[in-house]
T-cell receptor
Framework: EADIYQTPRYLVIGTGKKITLECSQT?????MYWYQQDPGMELHLIHY???????EKGDLSSESTVSRIRTEHFPLTLESARPSHTSQYLC????????????FGSGTRLTVV | AQSVTQLGSHVSVSEGALVLLRCNYS??????LFWYVQYPNQGLQLLLK??????LVKGINGFEAEFKKSETSFHLTKPSAHMSDAAEYFC??????????FGTGTSLTVIP
């Protein structure tokens, strides 16, 4: 079944640790996105990609980095986690140049202590 | 700057009552419009979308929305609320298909 997967669902980690949030999709979508979501706030785009070897920063400044070596995989990395990184991170994908909307993953809720 | 406004961060309705969640966008160019629903501890799920054609669109779970260009609105409605409709609802717009702008969300509570 075509879908988009995020792991882990929940993560509690200490300050200064390096973490990678995984996102994979089986739909062959060219476009992939990372959003940061805080309670009561709009979703903020932090990274996006239009295809393999394409990565761009979004509207919200983020200390994270992303890579797109394979179409289906779009991991997000924080080299040194801080409490200010505590948030929910949502990965999404869509078809290129089509307004069919996004398909979202279930999200990763990150807590940095 | 493009923006999406959702009036009312929290809406409560009785079970069986009409659901009305408001969404307005600010642009002179009609966008593509979307409503997403988010259940607790889950990602966002597409409810319905307007791209072109008929301005009244029907989505899943009995929801529908009407695009009103003159009012720059895309309000979400459902004739009769069900307990399972309790969730967070996000309105989103896109102008190019390459980036979406989300509202701040409306939390819907359904009272038995």
């Amino acid at each position: 079944e075509a879908d988009i997967y995020q792991t882990p669902r929940y993560l509690v980690i200490g300050t200064g640790k390096k973490i990678t949030l995984e996102c994979s999709q089986t739909m062959g979508h060219d476009k992939m996105y990372w959003y940061q979501q805080d309670p009561g706030m709009e979703l903020h785009l932090i990274h996006y990609s239009y295809g393999v070897n394409s990565t761009e920063k979004g509207d919200l400044s983020s200390e994270s980095t992303v890579s797109r070596i394979r179409t289906e995989h779009f991991p997000l990395t924080l080299e040194s986690a801080r409490p200010s990184h505590t948030s929910q991170y949502l990965c999404a994908s869509s078809e290129l140049d089509k307004n069919y909307g996004y398909t979202f993953g279930s999200g990763t809720r990150l807590t940095v202590v | 700057a493009q923006s999406v406004t959702q009036l009312g961060s929290h809406v409560s309705v009785s079970e069986g009552a009409l659901v009305l969640l408001r969404c307005n966008y600010s642009s002179s160019v009609p966008p593509y419009l979307f409503w997403y629903v988010q259940y607790p501890n889950q990602g966002l799920q597409l409810l319905l979308k307007y791209t072109t054609g008929a301005t009244l669109v029907k989505g899943i779970n009995g929801f529908e929305a009407e695009f009103k260009k003159s009012e720059t609105s895309f309000h979400l409605t459902k004739p009769s609320a069900h307990m399972s409709d309790a969730a967070e609802y996000f309105c989103a717009v896109s102008y190019t298909g390459n980036q979406f702008y989300f509202g701040t969300g409306t939390s819907l509570t359904v009272i038995p």
